[in-house]
């Protein structure tokens, strides 16, 4: 935008960045401004001048003319840490659809102070050999909490009260009790210090192998030569990507500079944090969400004044206002929890491209099932691309089976149980072996499949797969397409063709009846409603305190279960059916990921995946570990239907209270975006799909409505994006009781 006018901000603790004041722009600096810059402006009464920054750029005067002041002139030097706070605020601001308020308090830490309580470490008070001695007696005795403290003082001097309180999660009474004994003492501190303390005698330096030291040194070659790019990771897990990182990490903050880390929270375990710590010492800093929000506004301003060089967290962490930013890494980029759900929508990825471009910095993805946006690039040639193929130590894969449950219901097993998973499970709980039984509720929408063929109802327009509406109706949520409910299946004529129902605590129930001698944990949303629920259950059955653990995703992320060699997974489908163009990807992922928690342990491992579908490419290439084969035929479909990443998806969202009042502005914005593709027709126009009823029609009374807009530039769907807000702008009486929520590229259903 040109730009007559300009909303300046005088300082940008939050209560100000709400009320932005209005200046003119003068001949002399017209085209010269952009959001982030600093400026001087004549201020109150006496028109004092004092420095403001820009956020945004407009040609709408708030007030008549002759009322409204004119900027002084340009503040020379270059773009402060705000500065580029703000413009990455603007940028998200244009290309996800969000107020510039909401982005703003995306990317700047909230400002509190932090609560002056003195901080406590905990010293270790015994030798080395006792140390080891300790942790095989806690070993014996099960005492799980007080073998994690005292494993995590290897290499270690002091750990802070509240790492070990909070992220080994050992209680109080624990620590009291050890603190009698004479294993540790409890000292207090007054200054502020890492809650890691590194035995720097104790630091050893691993040997990369032949070919982790190629990927680092092709890395180095370009930094050292100027060259920042996006590269892309590819390596299974266990084959030292974290490895491959630190020294990336190393030889960046060697040049002065500085990285981001950025690690999904579920992931972001203590033995990964540990890790770091034991490399890099007081040079690094981590955020989690356990944190406040003044300690994390406290490791922002660390990070700002050049104390840390290396910050370490979840999504979040990409706002770390360093000054010399040279390296970001992000694990496991194909998370789902890299896309915020609050507003902005914004993709991690794509916003650390941005802030790496910004700031003249490298940005390394990596995963053992890269998103298939990411690979795509990679093939293109837009990223470059590393491979690690092999376990590190070279343990093997498990070995996994496929079961056709249509094969069961024809040999009259209804159960939810093969015979083939309960042979293994019956033989696993007798050598007193674990067993984790994952099923795949994400993302689930009720879809209809026939239990004898295994055939899917599909929306012949969208290839996606029809979801159950209440008991007479199937429907599409891409473009509402619907057709009556089957009785009988299409293809085979049978009448077991219905709706997909089962839940953790059915299946937890059937093992009581099976297996009644065996300790069963199960963890889901009902049981992990508490902050540290997750944790105990975790740690509960690292401690093997149960045999059988049962979970939904969450299961299969983050930690490692020596003793488990078998994993189930209860029902692929459920996953692989959900009404989005992701669902195969996610599956994939998952099951990758379930199937590689099996044998982590000396034994090997095994894992059973029962499905009515055990033909589909996602099954058959997960079962096999297989990437590129899964790639190979994803990225064919994605083609066929012009899904991401071959084209760019915009979802529209928009909800209301008042039906009536939604359904007219819903049919308004797609008709209006209909015509604009008819005025463009021999223009490569977009296309329109919709308006259809949320995969969830209704929350808390309010009706939500979709439309999907696709192109294959993303700039067309921004474009889009703008038509759509100054429509409702333009119509705010009208549909006052409407949101509008825009959400690009999504990775899951509404
Ligand atoms: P990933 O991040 O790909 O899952 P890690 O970096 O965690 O893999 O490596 C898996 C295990 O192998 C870790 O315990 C790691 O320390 C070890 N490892 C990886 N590479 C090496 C190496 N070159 N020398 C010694 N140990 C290694
Ligand atoms: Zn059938
Ligand atoms: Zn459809």
């Known amino acids: 935008m040109e730009g007559k006018y300009a909303n300046i901000c005088v300082d940008i603790s939050h209560e100000k960045v709400d009320r932005p004041f209005q200046y003119k ?71 996800y659809g969000s107020t510039l308020i909401a982005a703003l308090k995306t990317v700047l830490p909230v400002k509190e102070q932090v609560k002056q309580t003195t901080l406590r470490e905990i010293y270790l008070n015994v030798s080395e050999d006792e140390r080891k001695e300790l942790i095989k007696e806690a070993e014996r005795k099960h005492h799980v909490a007080k073998q994690r403290l005292l494993e995590a003082f290897a290499g270690v001097e002091a750990l802070s009260y509240g790492f070990v309180t909070m992220q080994l999660g050992v209680s109080a009474k624990t620590l009291q009790a050890m603190e009698k004994q004479g294993i540790l003492r409890i000292e207090s501190q007054t200054l502020y210090r890492n809650p890691v303390k590194v ?47 630190m020294e990336m990490i190393a030889a960046v903050i060697a040049e002065g500079k500085e990285a981001i880390v950025l690690i999904p929270e579920i992931a972001l375990t203590y033995q990964t944090v540990l890790r770091f710590y034991r490399r890099f010492g007081d040079r690094i800093s981590v955020i989690h969400s356990k944190l406040s929000k003044g300690e994390r506004f406290d490791q922002f301003e660390r990070a700002k004044r050049g104390e840390i060089q290396v910050m370490i967290g979840p999504r979040s962490a990409l706002f770390t206002p360093f000054n ?75 070995t996994v089976h496929t079961v056709d449950l249509r094969e069961e219901l024809h040999q009259g097993n ?14 696993r709980l007798e050598k007193k072996e674990q ?12 879809f209809v499949t026939c239990r004898s063929c295994g055939y899917v109802a599909k929306c012949p327009h969208c290839d996606v797969s029809l979801t159950e509406h209440g008991k007479n109706k199937l429907v599409c949520h891409y473009c509402g397409y619907e057709t009556p409910a089957l009785r ?46 997750y944790e105990k259950i975790l740690s509960a059955f690292a401690g093997e305190e149960a045999d059988i653990l049962i979970g939904t995703q969450m299961i299969v992320k983050g930690h ?27 599956t994939f992922q998952l099951l990758t990921q379930a199937v590689g928690r099996a044998g982590r342990g000396k034994s090997p491992g095994e894992a059973v995946i029962q499905t009515y579908r055990p033909e589909h490419y996602a099954i058959v290439h997960a079962a096999d570990q297989d990437y590129e084969g899964f790639y190979e035929e994803e990225i064919a479909y994605r083609e066929v239907c012009g899904y991401p990443p071959v084209k760019h998806m915009l979802a529209v969202l928009l909800t209301s209270e008042n039906e009536s009042q939604l359904t007219e502005a819903v049919n308004e914005i797609a008709g209006r975006l209909r015509d604009k593709a008819m005025e463009d027709i ?11 009823d949320a995969v969830i029609g209704r929350i808390s009374d309010s009706y939500r409505k979709m439309i999907y807009i696709r192109h294959g530039d993303y700039s067309r769907l921004v474009e889009a994006k703008d038509m759509i807000e100054s429509m409702m702008e333009e119509k705010k009486k009208e549909y006052a009781r409407c949101t509008v929520y825009f959400d690009f590229d999504p990775m899951s259903g509404y």
């Open 414 to 427: 209804r159960s939810m149980f093969s015979r083939l998973l309960y042979e293994k499970m019956k033989e």
């Open 199 to 245: 035995d720097e005698n104790m630091q050893t330096k691993i040997q990369l192998s032949e070919k982790q030291q190629e990927i680092v040194d092709a890395f180095c070659d370009d930094y050292k030569n100027n060259l920042r790019k996006t590269y892309l990771l590819h390596g299974i897990t266990g084959s030292g990507k974290t490895e491959v990182y």
């Open 488 to 533: 009988l299946c299409p293809e085979c004529g049978s009448k077991y063709i219905a709706g997909f129902k089962v839940g953790t605590e059915q299946v937890e129930e059937r093992i009581k009846v099976m297996f009644p001698a065996a300790k069963v944990l199960r963890m889901d949303g009902d049981t992990t409603k508490r902050k540290d629920d």
């Open 25 to 95: 722009i003068p001949e002399k600096l017209q085209g010269k401004l952009e959001p982030g810059m600093q400026v001087l402006i004549p201020f109150g009464r006496g028109n004092k001048q004092i420095k403001g920054f820009v956020l945004e750029l407009t040609d709408d005067s708030q007030y008549p003319d002759e009322l409204c002041k004119e900027i002084v002139d340009v503040v020379e030097g270059g773009i402060s840490a705000e500065g580029r706070s703000i413009a990455l605020a603007s940028w998200m601001r244009a290309n």
């Open 682 to 692: 021999g223009a490569d126009p977009w296309s329109v799909i919709g308006p259809a």
């Open 560 to 586: 490692d279960f020596p003793g488990v060699t078998l994993v189930g997974v209860l029902a692929a489908d459920l996953s692989l059916s959900a009404g989005d163009y992701r669902a195969a990807e996610r």
């Open 435 to 446: 067993i984790m039984l994952f099923l795949n509720r994400r993302g689930y929408a009720g």
């Open 324 to 398: 010399n930013l040279g390296l970001i890494i992000i694990d496991e980029e194909h998370e789902g929890s890299y896309k915020s759900d609050g507003m902005p929508k914004y993709h991690a990825r794509e916003t650390a491209e941005y802030v790496a471009l910004q700031r003249g910095a490298s940005l390394v993805l990596g995963s053992a099932t890269p998103s298939v946006t990411a690979y795509y690039k990679a093939q293109k040639g837009q990223y470059g691309f590393f491979r690690l193929q092999d376990r590190f130590g070279g343990r093997q894969l498990p």
